[in-house]
């Protein structure tokens, strides 16, 4: 059984910094470890994420270039999201996803982070 448990989030000011964490417990043949967010009354995007085993390709949404860096270590199945410059618009749930070679994807139960003066 995978499990996805994510730390971190919370309040921020505009320009402020937060790290996000999540541990894949349970899982093997990761393929691809990332973060989604949804915002209210918007659908839920990708914010970052890492796919590849042997050979890495790494997306970010354009919104977040430049301010977010997102790590991932399969010796710990863990996938850490780095938010800097934090800005009123990242404010959402956002929620780890995992998914394994087969097509099985796991979601973590989300995260809020809020960001306001």
């Known amino acids: 059984q995978v499990r996805l448990r994510e730390s971190g989030g919370g309040l921020s000011q505009p320009g402020g910094s937060v790290r996000l964490s999540c541990v894949a417990s349970?899982?093997?043949?990761?393929?691809?470890m990332g973060w989604y967010r949804q915002a209210p009354g918007k659908q839920r995007e990708l914010v970052a994420g890492v796919t590849g085993i042997m050979y890495r390709n790494t997306t970010y949404a354009d919104s977040v270039k430049g301010r977010f860096t997102i790590s991932r270590d399969d010796f710990k199945s863990t996938v850490d999201l780095q938010m800097n410059d934090l800005k009123v618009e990242d404010t959402a749930v956002y929620y780890c996803n995992v998914g394994l070679v087969g097509s099985d994807w796991y979601w973590g139960p989300g995260t809020q982070v809020t960001v306001s003066s």
């Open positions: 349970g899982a093997s043949s990761i393929l691809f």
